[in-house]
């Protein structure tokens, strides 16, 4: 053996991971256990080459387990910096799953496609820099060609994985991953980790109502129930939220010269009605009722113009709003037996 462990990192039902230093190379790495023999996720890993992917320096395999020793990603994981920060501003979360999207893509593009099968918030590690990186890869699935590991047991973590992953004849494909994007995605919106108690993802803007409604139906869209009623591929969901970052700063424009011009109008409409009162005490009443009138008139003009922008503003995607909502019998990352939600 070439190597020390030096501390655990992280555990879960496929395994565990430890922080190692290889006499060998000279540095730390990471070292992931997996329970039983995993030759093809340890095969897959070997092949791929992205910038969020830790690279795999080699596998082993003894006592009937995998080991897979990879590069060691200085950094905090999503769960931790999102309990540091609580939640991230719109334009972050998004950026950020554009990423995770652009690595979830890679991996579906692969031949035979690749399932990541546990993406949720503790598999994505922040680095220093800000960059992201996707770790713990035991849960990884050949798509069409679901292994069932341990005599037909999944795994699966409660409130991030989709539901058809809790049921044993159905195939997980790309939009098991989908369905777990966009449960990172609530988490990133709300601060509120979709893997405890209620285990919903609920309307972001009961969370916070100064949260976009065109990501609250991407998110309601990405995780709902059906995977077919689900973004099909990484792609669309990619378009839909690159597509709001150009809508909503163009929203951000006209909301800006709409306030301006609201703004204009109140005060016109003051002056007007300043103008009413002063005629009305003078006795000229035709004058006074005119600007009073005209005063009363552009208030409602004002409020109908501005009701009418938000509408067009915040109301582009037309996608069926639906909770999603299922319980598992196990806490966290576990092995689902025979029950199922």
Partial sequence: MNYSIRELLGSGGSGAVYKIWDYNLERYCAMKQIKGQCKEEAMCLNELDH?????????????????????YIEGITMTQYLEEKGSLSQEKAVSY???????????????????????????????PDGSLKLIDFGTMEISKEYRKRDEGKRYATRGFASPEVYDRDQE??????????????????????PSKPPFAIMKITKCNPCLSKKIEKIVEKSTHRDRDERHQTCAELKRELEGYERSDKK??????????????????????????MFYLEKGNFEIALSSL?????????????????????????????????????????????????
Avoid: W
């Fill in 97 to 127: 799953l554009l990423s995770i999207l652009e690595v979830l893509e890679y991996l579906h593009q692969q031949r035979p496609s690749l399932v990541f099968g546990d993406l949720k918030t503790d598999n994505i590690m922040v680095k």
């Fill in 51 to 71: 910038i969020m992917l830790p690279k795999v320096i080699c596998a082993e395999y003894e006592n009937g387990n995998t080991i897979i020793i990879m590069e």
């Fill in 172 to 193: 997980i494909d790309c939009r098991s991953d989908i369905y777990s994007a966009g449960a990172v995605l609530f988490f990133m919106l709300t601060g509120i980790d």
């Fill in 251 to 276: 929203s951000k424009r006209v909301m800006l010269v709409t306030d301006f011009s609201y703004g204009c109008l109140i005060v016109y409409t003051i002056n007007l009605i300043i103008r009413g």
């Fill in 293 to 341: 009138l005209k005063g009363v008139g552009l208030i409602f003009f004002a409020v109908i113009l501005k009701k009418i922008v938000q509408l067009g503003t915040y109301n582009a995607f037309p996608v069926k709003t639906v909770k999603s909502l299922f319980l598992t019998e196990k806490e966290g990352c576990g092995i689902l037996d025979n029950h199922y939600p």
